[in-house]
């Protein structure tokens, strides 16, 4: 009996048995080829590739003001109009950052909730790298629109200050739920304020929000903060305040008049990166 060595093991030669000769045996050589591959890659450590943390920090506006719940601002769109803030928060969805070279790194199931008392919201961990942009959506996707938030771990959804009734309905939740109080004077220069309620929603009333080149570099085990505001003034651009049926967006199936398409067509507007023009 002979030992030999092939990539690392041991095998016996008898050679005496005619199942092994002095050559190598090619089924032998198979075997244990596959052992020392299979023992190899049990050693391997899954590659992951670098990632830093990104943060929107978002303020709340109303034209030129940053929002505090109940206070009286005059709001320069409407040549100085009156308005007060009862509630203005919206959901953002459908996160995207836009590379250096255009393409896109989508955030996957990142549903958050901008409220006016809160600021920081927290998009994740992201590939390190250099980008050019974000793009995002107000209002949440069609399956995420329609989940019942009672079994979801997730209490950004549940939130029946942004459903349409007592509990979530099939048209899904609200995007935009923005009140207060509003002169309603053809000359805007009223002192008696008028209660407008705008719930702005349904699972066709999503919209998408593309922002503007700003470049920025997430670092490895890090936190990169996105810095934009909020205006919700803009919201009230084209609608004519003094006619009382512009003051009142309800329902789901509301959300299909003219008032609200006017009103989803100015989200848009609405961002922009914090200390820009």
């Known amino acids: 009996m002979v030992n030999h060595v092939l990539n690392g093991f041991i095998y016996q030669k008898f050679t005496k048995m005619k199942i092994i000769n002095s050559k190598f045996n090619p089924l032998i050589l198979a075997l244990t080829c596959a052992l020392a591959c ?25 034209d030129t003001n940053e929002v505090e719940y109940d206070t009286l601002y005059a709001i320069g769109l409407t040549g100085g109009r009156k308005i007060s803030i009862k509630k203005a928060q919206l959901y953002i969805s459908g996160i995207q950052l836009v590379k250096l070279d255009g393409s896109i790194y989508d955030v996957a199931n990142k549903n958050l909730l901008k409220v006016q008392e809160n600021e920081d919201l927290l998009v994740g961990n992201v590939p390190v790298g250099n980008y050019q942009s974000v793009k995002f959506h107000v209002g949440l996707d069609a399956t995420t629109n329609q989940m019942i938030s009672a079994t979801l771990a997730d209490s950004v959804l549940n939130k029946p200050e942004m459903w349409f009734g007592s509990s979530v309905q099939p048209d899904g939740r609200i995007s935009v739920n923005f009140q207060g109080n509003i002169d309603t004077t ?18 066709g009333n999503r919209k998408l929000v593309s922002m503007p080149t700003y470049n920025f570099t997430v670092t490895a085990n890090q936190t990169q903060f996105i810095h934009m505001t909020i205006d919700y003034a803009k919201l009230f651009e084209g609608i004519k305040l003094n006619h009382q049926n512009n003051l009142t967006l309800l329902t789901a199936a509301n959300n299909a008049n003219s008032l609200a398409l006017k009103l989803v067509g100015n989200i848009p507007k609405m961002f922009r990166y914090e200390n820009s023009k």
């Open 186 to 203: 053809t000359a805007g220069n009223g002192t008696d304020l008028s209660p407008f309620i705008y719930k702005i929603g349904t699972i």
């Open 38 to 62: 299979t023992k190899k890659s049990d050693n391997l450590v899954p590659f992951t590739a670098p990632t830093g943390m990104l943060e929107f920090h978002i303020h709340t506006y109303v």
